[in-house]
């Protein structure tokens, strides 16, 4: 399984990106696809995440209200839009994937077996 993460660069704060992650796998063979990111010096954090059946989704406190995960099966997609964004959203997104992800560990990268090579947010103030 390969998980291509795209759509990072360089904006405004209050600003807006739209990553994209494309699976080389059918999207329905996950039980979740999620959004983590990591800033320099700091672990790795839990955004966003999507129930690839249900559509049902999850997000940080920090980023709710403002962030939408969505996905397209049919083009083996999930999209992150990142909205009104701030300086502290800086970090490298990663996508990752989970076949056997339950719904109380979404928030955690070890529930992921797939991960994708990050795309780079920074924005400015």
């Known amino acids: 399984v390969q998980l291509q993460a795209s759509g990072g660069g360089l904006v405004q704060a209050g600003g807006s990106l739209r990553l994209s992650c494309v699976s080389s796998?059918?999207?329905?063979?996950?039980?979740?696809m999620a959004w983590f990111r990591q800033a320099p010096g700091k672990e790795r954090e839990f955004v966003a995440a999507?129930?690839?059946?249900?559509?049902?989704?999850y997000y940080a406190d920090s980023v709710k209200g403002r962030f939408t995960i969505s996905r397209d099966n049919a083009k083996n997609t999930v999209i992150l839009q990142m909205n009104s964004l701030k300086p502290e959203d800086t970090a490298v997104y990663y996508c990752?994937?989970?076949?056997?992800?339950?719904?109380?560990?979404?928030?955690?990268?070890?529930?992921?077996?797939?991960w994708g090579q990050g795309t780079l947010v920074t924005v400015s103030s």
């Open positions: 990752a994937a989970g076949k056997s992800t339950i719904t109380s560990e979404v928030y955690y990268p070890r529930a992921y077996g797939y």
């Open positions: 796998e059918r999207t329905r063979s996950f039980r979740y």
């Open positions: 999507i129930s690839m059946s249900g559509g049902f989704t």
